[in-house]
């Protein structure tokens, strides 16, 4: 066995959070898989995983390669910031991404109805609603203004909205919500500095203050998400710790929407770069505008997921594609990478939405931590892209390079300054 390469790039790294390599990580990433697909990164200190098959075995292997520090801050936290967390008791202990443990599947199961196919089919008349709410919104204002920013206007809230109706929750100030969901992301996953940090804890303490209060306030005879979570229990009977049912809680009203937010900027982003999907996503056609727009988020999906990376921890010694990992080494999966992989993907760099084998590509992961909300990501995404294309013009990008969320797991378009554009309008 060999030990995995110090670097691909002599007297180089890779800075996973520069705005160069967040804008366009696509040659460094198919630089790592051709010549050095198992690789531990000198500023970070993960072991960078780049290869489609590689992170599918990682995956596969939740024994070996353990989720204990999926949430776990990736910049170490200040000693100020971290006495505003200790002041509400903050604390995500192992419930669902960070789960290795035997309890995973039952506490899965408790929140798992709120994400099933028939139960997200009941609610798509609502998300569909939604959508058409949202393109409404973005269509008025770009009539009043000329010009409309799609993401404040409307990708920011919209899985908020429709994660709202899902989970059975009322009275949630989306806005609040957001601000306090988005600092915990870039707390837990971005680069934030000491002062940076204060603010970001402030917002994180408030959110898990107020999700204990409202989970101690929720009748657990209720079958909303805070009803369920009151009256959780373990599979011996034991009741849900506190921290356990607000540690759920946090997850889900974070990466329940945000992620989806962020898949739903980079949609349209490739969407209205492409005016041939454009016309038929939006075509009066029911069945054939359904048909296209399930085809175009997959190959968006296989090229720009919203989680970039994830990452795992080796429980024990093992091997991965003939290099030896060591014990407690973090690993680093750049799943971004793996959908332009040529060992699975044929012509892996074309945008050639409806290719045979696209739904292999691990944009929600695979095996025992599968995304839970995959099937409402792509039910809203459908509903989105379709009503958008319907009710709007044909658009330009104000901004072909848009600024970019660089966290180290997720990446999408800030903003998304449009506007109609005039030539195709006119044909």
Partial sequence: MSAPAACPFPGAAI??????????????????????????????????????????????????????NALTAVTEICPAALRILASVGFHLPATL?????????????????????????????????LARTAARKAGDQLAAQGQVDLVDCVTKDFPALVLMEVLGLSDIDIAVLKVRSAASLELFWGNPDAERQLELARYAAQFYSWLGTRIRQADPAGDDLFGVLAAGRHADGRPLDPAEAVGIGYFLLVAGQETTSQLLATLLRRLIGSPEWWEQVGQADEPLARAAAVKFIEEV???????????????????????????????????????????????????????????????????????????????????????????????????????????????????????????????
């Fill in 15 to 68: 800075d996973l959070f520069d705005e160069a390599f967040v804008a366009n990580p696509w040659g460094p990433l198919a630089e790592l898989r051709e010549q050095a697909p198992v690789m531990q990164d000198p500023l970070t200190g993960y072991w960078l995983i780049s290869r489609h098959n590689d992170i599918r075995q990682v995956l596969m292997q939740p024994d070996v390669f353990r989720p204990d």
């Fill in 97 to 129: 991404a960070n789960n290795g443990y035997d309890h995973h599947p039952q506490i899965r199961s408790l929140v798992a109805k709120f994400f099933t196919p028939a139960r997200i089919s009941r609610f798509t008349p609502a998300i569909a609603e």
């Fill in 301 to 427: 999906l296989r090229l720009e997921p919203p989680v970039v990376t994830w990452r795992r921890v080796v429980a024990q010694e093992t091997t991965l594609d003939g290099h030896c990992l060591p014990a407690g080494a973090e690993v680093l999966l750049m799943l971004a990478g793996s959908g332009t992989d040529a060992q699975v993907f044929d012509h892996p760099d074309d945008f050639a939405p409806g290719r045979p084998n696209v739904r292999r590509h691990l944009a929600f992961g695979i095996g025992r931590h599968f995304c839970l909300g995959a099937t409402l990501a792509r039910v809203e995404a459908q509903e989105f892209v379709r009503a958008l294309a319907r009710e709007l013009p044909p658009l330009q990008l104000l901004e072909p390079a848009p600024p970019m969320l660089g966290l180290l797991s997720f990446r999408a378009p800030r903003r998304l300054l449009v506007a109609a554009d005039t030539d195709i309008s006119a044909v």
